[in-house]
């Protein structure tokens, strides 16, 4: 593993930490798994938490500021969770890598799996909210994306067979494609995840990357991290819009 010699570049656009918040967040996080979005009452997460409802609302005026909150939580870790992997070791920019190991925090994350497995039931009156908020934020997250691509492109890591929208696009079909056969549970599907998650690197290396390419170290892994660290300021902004 490479260490960046950097490692504390990025910038910590994230909410002050809070421990009572958090206890609030943590309880309506699992509530919302186990029993879905329109079962979940604000009585419910504070019982949970510890707390009194009152205390909930010193935090949030609605119960779906409060759930929003949560999913926005669960986006920035994943996107900490990559960025901090690839300033740990920059063979996690190539998408091959990347792919496999987003694939997997997803699947080991109850609240981003149901997100990205698209449960409309667990979300219920709460997707279509999401689906806005998420939703901009996944644009933004395509944009640095299409960034992180030509970054490996002028770094002679990527084929040039293609364009760069053609790689983005089979790059996003590959990914969604392997958590849409996740949703369905075909028998075909291999049962233990990381064997799941090797195919998918497998099928992303070989149409993507140039095989027998040098290494990326450190500098562009910088380079291609930063380019996601552009996301966390609108997500703070978003969190701020729903958090007292």
Not at 102 to 122: F, I
Not at 156 to 169: H, I, M, N, P, W
Not at 180 to 196: I, N, Q
Request: proline share 6%.
């Amino acid at each position: 593993m490479t260490e960046n010699v950097n490692p504390v570049t990025r910038p910590r656009l994230e909410p002050e930490p809070d421990e009572r918040l958090g206890r609030v967040l943590d309880a309506a996080a699992e509530l919302l798994v186990r029993w879905g979005y329109r079962k979940v009452t604000v009585e419910d997460v504070a019982a949970a938490a510890g707390i009194g409802k009152g205390t909930v609302y010193l935090h949030f005026r609605t119960k779906e500021a409060l759930f929003l909150t949560v999913l926005l939580r669960g986006y920035r870790g994943l996107l900490t969770g990559l960025t901090d992997r690839m300033r740990a070791d920059p063979q996690e920019v190539l998408p091959g890598r990347m792919v496999r190991s987003t694939y997997l925090a997803v699947l080991d994350d109850p609240v981003a799996r149901q997100m990205y497995l698209g449960d409309g039931e667990m979300l219920g009156r709460l997707a279509r909210e999401a689906a806005g908020t998420l939703g901009g934020l996944r644009e933004r997250g395509t944009e640095a994306g299409r960034a992180h691509l030509a970054l490996l492109r002028d770094a002679g890591l990527l084929r040039t067979d293609v364009d760069l929208s053609a790689q983005q696009y089979l790059l996003d079909s590959v990914t969604s494609g392997f958590f849409f056969v996740e949703s369905l549970g075909l028998p075909s599907t291999p049962a233990d995840p990381h064997t799941r998650a090797d195919l998918l690197e497998y099928a992303v290396a070989h149409a993507l990357q140039v095989p027998g390419a040098p290494a990326p170290d450190a500098a562009l892994a910088e380079r291609v991290a930063a380019s996601y660290d552009a996301l966390l300021e609108p997500i703070a902004n978003e969190w701020q819009r729903r958090v007292r």
